[in-house]
Protein backbone atom coordinates (compact mmCIF):
# COMPACT_ATOMS: atom_id res chain seq x y z
CA UNK A 1 0.00 0.00 0.00
CA UNK A 2 1.43 3.48 -0.70
CA UNK A 3 2.46 6.04 1.96
CA UNK A 4 -0.90 8.44 2.88
CA UNK A 5 0.45 11.64 1.86
CA UNK A 6 0.76 14.31 4.75
CA UNK A 7 -1.48 16.86 5.13
CA UNK A 8 -0.81 19.81 2.55
CA UNK A 9 -0.82 23.68 4.30
CA UNK A 10 -4.04 25.47 4.88
CA UNK A 11 -5.88 26.76 1.59
CA UNK A 12 -7.62 30.47 1.33
CA UNK A 13 -10.91 30.01 -1.16
CA UNK A 14 -12.25 32.76 -2.48
CA UNK A 15 -15.70 32.73 -3.59
CA UNK A 16 -16.57 35.33 -6.41
CA UNK A 17 -19.71 33.79 -7.90
CA UNK A 18 -22.32 36.09 -6.02
CA UNK A 19 -25.10 37.85 -7.86
CA UNK A 20 -24.17 41.00 -6.57
CA UNK A 21 -27.87 42.17 -6.53
CA UNK A 22 -27.71 45.23 -4.08
CA UNK A 23 -24.35 46.80 -5.33
CA UNK A 24 -25.81 45.83 -9.43
CA UNK A 25 -22.74 45.27 -10.65
CA UNK A 26 -19.84 42.27 -10.20
CA UNK A 27 -18.17 43.10 -7.25
CA UNK A 28 -15.34 41.51 -7.30
CA UNK A 29 -14.20 43.44 -9.97
CA UNK A 30 -14.75 46.83 -8.21
CA UNK A 31 -11.61 49.33 -7.73
CA UNK A 32 -11.00 49.70 -4.11
CA UNK A 33 -7.35 51.83 -3.16
CA UNK A 34 -6.68 51.13 -7.10
CA UNK A 35 -7.14 48.21 -7.27
CA UNK A 36 -10.07 45.26 -7.77
CA UNK A 37 -11.94 43.49 -4.89
CA UNK A 38 -10.76 40.34 -5.06
CA UNK A 39 -6.97 40.92 -5.73
CA UNK A 40 -6.89 42.78 -2.59
CA UNK A 41 -9.05 39.95 -0.93
CA UNK A 42 -6.24 37.19 -2.30
CA UNK A 43 -3.24 39.41 -0.56
CA UNK A 44 -4.85 38.64 2.60
CA UNK A 45 -3.39 34.91 1.29
CA UNK A 46 0.14 36.05 1.65
CA UNK A 47 2.12 32.72 0.82
CA UNK A 48 -0.72 30.49 1.24
CA UNK A 49 -1.77 28.30 -1.84
CA UNK A 50 -5.46 30.22 -3.09
CA UNK A 51 -8.38 28.70 -4.95
CA UNK A 52 -10.66 31.20 -6.63
CA UNK A 53 -14.32 29.99 -7.40
CA UNK A 54 -16.33 31.67 -10.27
CA UNK A 55 -15.77 34.39 -12.11
CA UNK A 56 -12.32 34.79 -12.58
CA UNK A 57 -12.17 38.67 -13.75
CA UNK A 58 -9.98 40.35 -12.02
CA UNK A 59 -8.03 37.53 -10.79
CA UNK A 60 -4.11 37.85 -10.50
CA UNK A 61 -2.36 35.49 -13.00
CA UNK A 62 -0.98 32.58 -11.27
CA UNK A 63 -4.28 31.92 -8.98
CA UNK A 64 -6.30 29.05 -9.81
CA UNK A 65 -9.64 29.33 -11.08
CA UNK A 66 -12.24 26.55 -10.82
CA UNK A 67 -16.35 27.38 -11.65
CA UNK A 68 -19.13 25.61 -10.22
CA UNK A 69 -20.93 23.13 -12.12
CA UNK A 70 -23.99 25.00 -11.93
CA UNK A 71 -22.96 29.02 -11.58
CA UNK A 72 -25.35 30.79 -8.81
CA UNK A 73 -25.39 27.97 -6.63
CA UNK A 74 -24.58 30.15 -3.61
CA UNK A 75 -21.30 29.68 -1.11
CA UNK A 76 -22.08 26.59 -0.43
CA UNK A 77 -22.32 25.24 -3.48
CA UNK A 78 -19.17 27.42 -3.93
CA UNK A 79 -17.23 26.10 -1.42
CA UNK A 80 -18.12 22.25 -2.58
CA UNK A 81 -16.64 23.30 -5.99
CA UNK A 82 -13.90 23.86 -4.44
CA UNK A 83 -13.69 20.54 -1.80
CA UNK A 84 -14.16 19.05 -5.06
CA UNK A 85 -11.45 20.79 -6.83
CA UNK A 86 -8.87 20.80 -3.46
CA UNK A 87 -9.46 16.86 -2.98
CA UNK A 88 -9.53 15.16 -7.00
CA UNK A 89 -6.35 14.02 -6.97
CA UNK A 90 -5.66 10.64 -4.90
CA UNK A 91 -2.36 11.09 -4.93
CA UNK A 92 -1.99 14.90 -3.66
CA UNK A 93 -1.93 16.05 -0.24
CA UNK A 94 -4.99 17.16 1.07
CA UNK A 95 -5.02 20.62 3.05
CA UNK A 96 -5.30 20.33 6.90
CA UNK A 97 -8.15 23.34 6.64
CA UNK A 98 -9.65 25.47 4.03
CA UNK A 99 -10.34 29.38 5.00
CA UNK A 100 -13.21 30.76 3.26
CA UNK A 101 -13.45 34.48 2.27
CA UNK A 102 -16.01 36.57 0.31
CA UNK A 103 -14.48 38.59 -2.62
CA UNK A 104 -15.94 41.80 -1.14
CA UNK A 105 -13.88 42.18 2.00
CA UNK A 106 -11.01 44.74 0.79
CA UNK A 107 -9.49 45.34 4.48
CA UNK A 108 -8.94 41.34 5.56
CA UNK A 109 -5.62 41.17 6.49
CA UNK A 110 -3.06 38.15 6.37
CA UNK A 111 -2.81 38.32 10.42
CA UNK A 112 -6.61 38.19 10.63
CA UNK A 113 -6.33 34.16 8.43
CA UNK A 114 -3.94 33.34 11.39
CA UNK A 115 -5.68 34.04 14.08
CA UNK A 116 -8.70 32.08 12.00
CA UNK A 117 -6.16 29.53 11.50
CA UNK A 118 -5.10 29.45 15.38
CA UNK A 119 -8.42 29.52 17.02
CA UNK A 120 -8.72 25.93 15.79
CA UNK A 121 -5.77 24.22 17.52
CA UNK A 122 -6.82 26.05 21.19
CA UNK A 123 -8.35 23.64 23.60
CA UNK A 124 -11.47 23.23 22.77
CA UNK A 125 -11.22 21.47 19.79
CA UNK A 126 -12.96 23.33 17.18
CA UNK A 127 -13.40 22.28 13.31
CA UNK A 128 -14.98 25.89 11.97
CA UNK A 129 -13.72 29.07 13.55
CA UNK A 130 -15.81 32.08 12.36
CA UNK A 131 -15.07 35.97 12.06
CA UNK A 132 -17.43 37.73 14.62
CA UNK A 133 -18.03 41.57 14.78
CA UNK A 134 -18.27 44.02 17.45
CA UNK A 135 -22.25 43.84 17.06
CA UNK A 136 -22.37 39.60 17.38
CA UNK A 137 -22.29 39.69 13.63
CA UNK A 138 -21.52 35.85 12.39
CA UNK A 139 -19.30 36.43 9.02
CA UNK A 140 -19.79 32.55 7.55
CA UNK A 141 -17.95 33.92 4.70
CA UNK A 142 -14.44 35.24 6.45
CA UNK A 143 -14.60 31.75 8.37
CA UNK A 144 -12.06 28.59 8.60
CA UNK A 145 -12.47 24.85 8.51
CA UNK A 146 -10.94 21.99 9.34
CA UNK A 147 -11.15 19.94 5.80
CA UNK A 148 -12.27 16.91 6.66
CA UNK A 149 -15.16 17.88 8.95
CA UNK A 150 -15.98 20.54 5.93
CA UNK A 151 -16.36 17.62 3.44
CA UNK A 152 -17.79 15.02 5.40
CA UNK A 153 -20.99 17.92 6.11
CA UNK A 154 -20.91 18.70 2.60
CA UNK A 155 -21.62 14.68 2.34
CA UNK A 156 -24.27 14.92 4.63
CA UNK A 157 -25.87 18.15 3.49
CA UNK A 158 -26.78 16.82 0.08
CA UNK A 159 -27.03 18.91 -3.29
CA UNK A 160 -25.53 22.12 -2.02
CA UNK A 161 -27.16 24.53 -4.77
CA UNK A 162 -28.84 26.87 -2.80
CA UNK A 163 -28.38 26.15 0.65
CA UNK A 164 -27.14 28.38 3.26
CA UNK A 165 -23.85 28.47 5.10
CA UNK A 166 -25.69 28.68 8.83
CA UNK A 167 -26.93 25.68 7.44
CA UNK A 168 -23.62 24.19 6.58
CA UNK A 169 -22.54 25.24 10.10
CA UNK A 170 -25.27 23.24 11.92
CA UNK A 171 -23.77 20.92 14.90
CA UNK A 172 -20.32 22.21 13.99
CA UNK A 173 -17.76 22.79 16.88
CA UNK A 174 -17.38 26.32 16.50
CA UNK A 175 -15.09 28.92 17.68
CA UNK A 176 -15.92 32.81 17.13
CA UNK A 177 -12.92 35.06 16.49
CA UNK A 178 -13.36 38.64 16.89
CA UNK A 179 -12.39 41.63 14.92
CA UNK A 180 -11.09 44.51 16.44
CA UNK A 181 -9.32 46.10 13.53
CA UNK A 182 -12.94 45.73 11.44
CA UNK A 183 -10.88 43.90 8.78
CA UNK A 184 -13.95 41.88 8.07
CA UNK A 185 -16.10 44.80 6.82
CA UNK A 186 -18.14 43.19 3.40
CA UNK A 187 -19.17 45.73 0.58
CA UNK A 188 -22.53 44.70 -0.34
CA UNK A 189 -23.87 48.02 -1.88
CA UNK A 190 -22.82 51.15 -3.61
CA UNK A 191 -22.64 53.00 0.07
CA UNK A 192 -20.59 50.56 1.81
CA UNK A 193 -18.27 50.46 -1.87
CA UNK A 194 -17.36 54.32 -1.48
CA UNK A 195 -16.88 53.87 2.25
CA UNK A 196 -14.86 51.41 1.76
CA UNK A 197 -12.71 53.87 -0.95
CA UNK A 198 -12.88 56.50 1.65
CA UNK A 199 -11.60 54.14 4.36
CA UNK A 200 -8.44 52.83 1.82
CA UNK A 201 -7.58 56.35 0.78
CA UNK A 202 -7.46 57.18 4.41
CA UNK A 203 -10.44 59.70 5.09
CA UNK A 204 -11.35 60.53 8.57
CA UNK A 205 -15.14 60.68 7.12
CA UNK A 206 -14.48 56.52 5.84
CA UNK A 207 -16.95 54.92 9.17
Request: net charge negative; charged share 20%; hydrophobic share 45%.
Amino acid sequence: MPPVPAPAPAVVVVLTGGASRRMGSHKPVLDVGGRPLVARVLDAAGDRPALVVGPGQGVPAGVRVVMEPVPGGGPVAGLAAAVEALTADPGAPIPYAVTVLAADLPFVTSEHLERLLAALDEPDGADLAVTVDADGRTNWLCATWRLPVLRRRLEELGDAYGRSMRELAHGIRTQSVDDPGEVALDVDTPSDLARARARADGSPTAR
